[in-house]
C-alpha cells in the first residue's frame, strides 16, 4: 500500500479536504484506485452529536456512519462509498483500547499512549486502507489520508507519531507527506510572506516528519522568489512546491495540480510512474469551464435553522450545485432564517422579518433542509405554507418533510395543534412521533441511520419518474421522528400523497401533493449521494421546476442534464 499523508499548518480552515481530495482525483485519473482515511482529532467518537455551527454538517455514509464533512468531499470528488472506519477519531481510538484493556488483552501491561495508543492508530490505518471503496475486488493502490487540525495541536500528538512511525516501518517509497500551508499577504507590504510556513514546517520536522511536498494556498499565484525562498528554508525541491491559488469554483483544484505536474513528482516518489498512464481529467476540465461560463441563474431561498454557517448545509448546497449546472444554471442561495418568518420576530426585529419574507417571496422555489428541535419550526411551517398556497415549488428534506406535513394538518385540516411530538409531546395531533429504531436517551448512533430502501407506491408518481425506476430507491437517512402511520388517511384526503414507504409500509418516505407543480418532501437525505456529473434526481426535479421545465424533461429525460 502506498500513503499520501494531508497535514495542515498555520491556520486551520486551509481546505485540507479539498486539497485531499483532489490529490485521489488527479491520481485516480492516472488509472491508479484510491481510497481515503480521515483523522480528527477529537474525543468524540464520531462527528454524530455535534452542533452544525461547531463543526459543520454532520455528513452520514451508506453504513450508518455520521462523519465529518470531508468524507463527503471525498465521495463527491472522488465517486465512492466510504464506511465509518474510514474516519478516524481520538474517541474511537481511546475507546478500542481500553476496550482491550477491559478484557485483559494487555496481559498485566501499563497500557500507554506510547506504544498501545499508536499501535492503535497505525493498525487502524493499514486495515482500513487495503478495503475496497470503488466496488471493486482487491485493496487500492493509494491511500489518501488527511491529519484533521493544524500542525502543533495537543491533541493529534498521538497521531503524528503514528504517522511517523508508519512512515518508518512502510519506507521512504512508500510514505508521501503533502503539507498545506498559508501564504499571507500582509495589506501594508504587498508582499507573499513565506515566515508561517517556515514555522510550521519546522515544527512538523521537530515531531519527526519531513514534508516531501508543500502545498501552499494563496490568494494570487506564488512569485518565483517565493518559492525559491520555501524551497531553501523548507528543504523541499522547488518542484515539489505547489500552489493551490484562489480559484472561481474547487472544480479547478484537481486541474491546478495536474497543471504544475503533481501527479507525476507524487508517482515518482511513490515508484509508479511505471503502473500510471497519463491523466485523463477531461470531464473536470469541462466542468469548471462550464461552470465559470454560465450566465443564467435561479433563486433558491433555503428557510433553515443554521443558516449562519454554509458548512452547516453544505452536501445540500453541493447537490444544488450538480442539479444547477444540470439544467446550465446557476445556483443563488438565499439564505433565511427561518425564526425571522415568525410573527414574533414582526415586533422583535421588524427589518429582519420584512427583508425574510421579500427574500422569500423572490425566490424561484424554496427548500427547507434538515435540523433537530424547535427553534425556528414555525417559520419553516409558514414558509411550506406559503409555497403550497401560492404554489412555488417546495422540497423538504427530513424536518422539512415532516413541516410539510404539519402545515397541511394545521391549515387544511384545520387541526390548529398539530404538531411532532419531538417539539410538544402534549399535541392532541401527533402528526410526526418518535418511531423506535434507536433510543430516547443515548444520542449518539441512535438514529435511523444509513441507508434504507424506499418502496414506490405508484410507477406515476413523480419522484418515482424523476429516480426512472418503478420500484424502489435506496438513499440515506438521519432521523428519530417519522410521520405518523395513524394519522396518514386523514392527511391524504387533503391530496396529500405518500407515495414512497418502507419495507413494512409503516413509515413514510416520500409525500408529494397532487396539483402542484412540485411540492416534495423525502424523510431521506439525497443530497449525500449526489455527485458531479450525477445530480440526485429530486434535486434536479426541484430545480427544473423551478425553471418551469419539469413537465418537458418528464417527457423526454436526457440523461440527467438538458
Same mark, same amino acid.
Given at each position: 500500500?502506498?500513503?499520501?499523508?494531508?497535514?495542515?499548518?498555520? !491556520?486551520? =480552515? /486551509? =481546505?485540507? =479536504? !479539498?486539497?485531499?481530495?483532489?490529490?485521489?482525483?488527479?491520481?485516480?485519473?492516472?488509472?491508479?484506485?484510491?481510497?481515503?482515511?480521515?483523522?480528527?482529532?477529537?474525543?468524540?467518537?464520531?462527528?454524530?452529536?455535534?452542533?452544525?455551527?461547531?463543526?459543520?454538517? !454532520? *455528513? !452520514?455514509?451508506?453504513? #450508518? #456512519?455520521?462523519?465529518?464533512?470531508?468524507?463527503?468531499?471525498?465521495?463527491?470528488?472522488?465517486?465512492?462509498?466510504?464506511?465509518?472506519?474510514?474516519?478516524?477519531?481520538? =474517541?474511537?481510538?481511546?475507546?478500542?483500547?481500553?476496550?482491550?484493556?477491559?478484557?485483559?488483552?494487555?496481559?498485566?501491561?501499563?497500557?500507554?499512549?506510547?506504544?498501545?495508543?499508536?499501535?492503535?492508530?497505525?493498525?487502524?490505518?493499514?486495515?482500513?486502507?487495503?478495503?475496497?471503496?470503488?466496488? +471493486?475486488?482487491?485493496?487500492?493502490?493509494?491511500?489518501?489520508?488527511?491529519?484533521?487540525?493544524?500542525?502543533?495541536?495537543?491533541?493529534?500528538?498521538?497521531?503524528?507519531?503514528?504517522?511517523?512511525?508508519? *512512515?518508518?516501518?512502510?519506507?521512504?517509497?512508500?510514505?508521501?507527506?503533502?503539507?498545506?500551508? /498559508?501564504?499571507?499577504?500582509?495589506?501594508?507590504?504587498?508582499?507573499?510572506?513565506?515566515?508561517?510556513?517556515?514555522?510550521?514546517?519546522?515544527? /512538523?520536522?521537530? /515531531?519527526?516528519?519531513?514534508?516531501?511536498?508543500?502545498?501552499?494556498?494563496?490568494?494570487?499565484?506564488?512569485?518565483?522568489?517565493?518559492?525559491? +525562498?520555501?524551497?531553501?528554508?523548507?528543504?523541499?525541491?522547488?518542484?515539489?512546491?505547489?500552489?493551490?491559488?484562489?480559484?472561481?469554483?474547487?472544480?479547478?483544484?484537481?486541474?491546478?495540480?495536474?497543471?504544475?505536474?503533481?501527479?507525476?513528482?507524487?508517482?515518482?516518489?511513490l515508484d509508479l510512474l511505471s503502473v500510471a498512464k497519463p491523466p485523463n481529467l477531461q470531464e473536470w476540465t469541462e466542468r469548471a469551464e462550464t461552470f465559470d461560463n454560465l450566465t443564467n441563474s435561479v433563486r433558491i431561498a433555503m428557510v433553515g435553522k443554521y443558516v449562519g454557517m454554509a458548512d452547516s448545509y453544505l452536501s445540500v448546497v453541493k447537490a444544488l450545485l450538480h442539479a444547477c449546472i444540470a439544467c446550465s444554471l446557476k445556483p443563488v442561495i438565499d439564505w433565511i432564517a427561518a425564526s425571522d418568518l415568525e410573527d414574533d420576530s414582526a415586533i422583535s426585529a421588524p427589518e429582519a422579518h420584512e427583508t425574510a419574507w421579500t427574500t422569500l417571496r423572490n425566490a424561484a422555489c424554496i427548500l427547507v433542509p434538515g435540523g433537530f428541535g424547535d427553534r425556528g419550526v414555525k417559520g419553516m411551517i409558514l414558509a411550506a405554507k406559503y409555497a403550497r398556497e401560492n404554489r412555488v415549488p417546495y422540497l423538504g428534506i427530513c424536518l422539512g418533510m415532516q413541516i410539510s406535513v404539519i402545515d397541511v394538518a394545521r391549515n387544511v385540516l384545520g387541526l390548529e395543534r398539530a404538531n411532532s411530538t419531538e417539539f410538544d409531546d402534549q399535541t392532541p395531533n401527533p402528526v410526526v412521533i418518535f418511531m423506535p429504531e434507536g433510543s430516547k436517551t443515548h444520542m449518539g448512533s441512535t438514529m435511523r441511520l444509513g441507508s434504507r430502501r424506499t418502496l414506490f407506491q405508484s410507477p406515476d408518481c413523480l419522484i418515482a419518474r424523476l429516480y426512472r425506476n418503478s420500484e424502489y430507491v435506496d438513499e440515506r437517512h438521519r432521523h428519530r421522528y417519522e410521520v405518523n402511520p395513524d394519522m396518514v388517511s386523514m392527511l391524504e384526503e387533503t391530496g396529500l400523497k405518500f407515495v414512497g414507504k418502507d419495507e413494512t409500509r409503516k413509515r413514510m418516505e416520500i409525500v408529494e401533493l397532487t396539483d402542484h407543480p412540485f411540492y416534495v418532501g423525502v424523510q431521506f437525505h439525497p443530497e449525500f449521494k449526489s455527485r458531479p456529473g450525477r445530480p440526485s434526481p429530486v434535486f434536479l426535479g426541484f430545480i427544473l421546476a423551478a425553471i418551469g421545465q419539469l413537465g418537458p424533461y418528464l417527457q423526454n429525460p436526457r440523461n440527467g442534464t438538458l
Open positions: 500500500m502506498k500513503y499520501v499523508l494531508v497535514t495542515g499548518g498555520v !491556520v486551520s =480552515g /486551509l =481546505g485540507k =479536504g !479539498v486539497t485531499a481530495s483532489s490529490i485521489g482525483v488527479v491520481l485516480k485519473a492516472c488509472g491508479l484506485r484510491v481510497t481515503s482515511i480521515k483523522i480528527d482529532p477529537y474525543l468524540n467518537t464520531d462527528a454524530g452529536t455535534m452542533s452544525p455551527f461547531e463543526h459543520g454538517e !454532520v *455528513f !452520514v455514509l451508506d453504513d #450508518g #456512519g455520521e462523519v465529518d464533512l470531508d468524507l463527503g468531499n471525498y465521495e463527491r470528488f472522488l465517486d465512492f462509498r466510504l464506511t465509518r472506519d474510514n474516519n478516524i477519531t481520538t =474517541g474511537k481510538i481511546y475507546q478500542s483500547v481500553l476496550e482491550k484493556e477491559r478484557r485483559g488483552d494487555y496481559l498485566g501491561k501499563t497500557v500507554q499512549v506510547v506504544p498501545h495508543i499508536t499501535d492503535a492508530i497505525k493498525n487502524w490505518i493499514e486495515t482500513v486502507s487495503v478495503i475496497p471503496v470503488d466496488g +471493486k475486488e482487491g485493496p487500492a493502490d493509494v491511500c489518501v489520508i488527511e491529519l484533521g487540525g493544524t500542525v502543533g495541536d495537543i491533541e493529534s500528538m498521538p497521531f503524528i507519531e503514528a504517522l511517523r512511525q508508519l *512512515f518508518f516501518s512502510v519506507g521512504q517509497n512508500n510514505f508521501c507527506l503533502i503539507h498545506v500551508s /498559508l501564504i499571507p499577504v500582509l495589506g501594508v507590504v504587498g508582499e507573499q510572506k513565506t515566515k508561517p510556513t517556515q514555522h510550521s514546517v519546522r515544527e /512538523l520536522r521537530a /515531531l519527526g516528519l519531513t514534508p516531501h511536498f508543500l502545498a501552499c494556498r494563496s490568494a494570487q499565484p506564488l512569485l518565483e522568489g517565493t518559492r525559491q +525562498k520555501l524551497s531553501q528554508f523548507c528543504h523541499v525541491p522547488v518542484v515539489n512546491i505547489l500552489n493551490i491559488h484562489d480559484v472561481p469554483n474547487i472544480w479547478h483544484i484537481p486541474l491546478l495540480l495536474k497543471n504544475q505536474n503533481a501527479h507525476d513528482a507524487v508517482l515518482r516518489h
